[in-house]
């Protein structure tokens, strides 16, 4: 599976052809200034919470793209009213069979407002699986005993968690989700945007060379296999 980096959370995967894109905050990260928003292609946009660092940018490209927005419904309809008709509103522990595959919410111990204030429903993060392979995109979230219920439905064969602390897990915390969740491959987010979530990079990946996972730190713009 191909994946993009595109800085902090904001993720671009090509699941067999179609293009997914996860939380989308690029034009306003300093780090991700060789990203040109206009050049990322999405058929879908998935929002895992409202918090301006995960939502920037999505209004520009669904509107430019077309992509069909999923996210919950608060979200979802935050944007409805900003014309992004094209969503399809979910909730904590749904599920729904898209053409690609399947997206499960899950649950993600944060907040959520929308960037002007107002109610951003509840964070979550998203399970995605078709017959052949499985990812766990987290959100912003705390290590959190939930997490134990995701390789009942799918082991994922690939996580994608937010490792920088202060927000969100720290290192050892990720370490921990990827042990509960039964998975060993992990790419990390959410980490060096800001001055409270700076880490160690190598540090960070001995933590979990050392037991026995793997921990990769994408560099912004790059795009890797996984
Ligand atoms: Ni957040
Ligand atoms: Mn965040």
Redesign the pocket.
């Known amino acids: 599976m191909q994946c993009t980096f595109y800085g902090h959370s904001a993720f671009g995967l090509n699941w067999n052809g179609t293009k997914l894109l996860f939380d989308p905050f690029i034009s306003p990260n300093e780090a991700a200034k060789d990203v040109n928003i206009n050049t990322i292609d999405a058929d879908y946009i998935l929002l895992s919470?409202g918090?301006a660092?995960?939502v920037a940018d999505a209004e520009a490209i669904a509107k430019r793209t077309g992509a069909t927005l999923v996210s919950n419904f608060e979200v979802v309809n935050w944007f409805a009213e900003k014309g992004i008709s094209k969503n399809h509103p979910m909730n904590t522990g749904g599920s729904w069979t898209f053409p690609f595959g399947t997206v499960k919410c899950v649950h993600a111990v944060?907040?959520?407002a929308m960037p002007d204030g107002s109610y951003g429903g509840n964070?979550m993060g998203f399970v995605i699986h078709d017959n052949n392979q499985c990812i766990y995109f987290a959100g912003?979230t705390a290590l959190t005993m939930d997490m134990q219920l995701i390789p009942l439905y799918r082991k994922p064969d690939v996580c994608i968690l937010p490792v920088g602390g202060n927000?969100?897990m720290d290192i050892a915390d990720a370490a921990r989700a990827a042990e509960m969740v039964q998975c060993k491959k992990v790419v990390g987010v959410h980490f060096d945007t800001f001055g409270y979530i700076k880490i160690d990079h190598q540090k960070a990946k001995t933590y979990f060379a050392d037991r026995g996972m793997e921990l990769i730190l994408p560099a912004i713009g790059e795009t890797i296999n996984i």
């Open positions: 919470h918090h660092d995960h944060h907040s959520s964070p912003d927000f969100t």
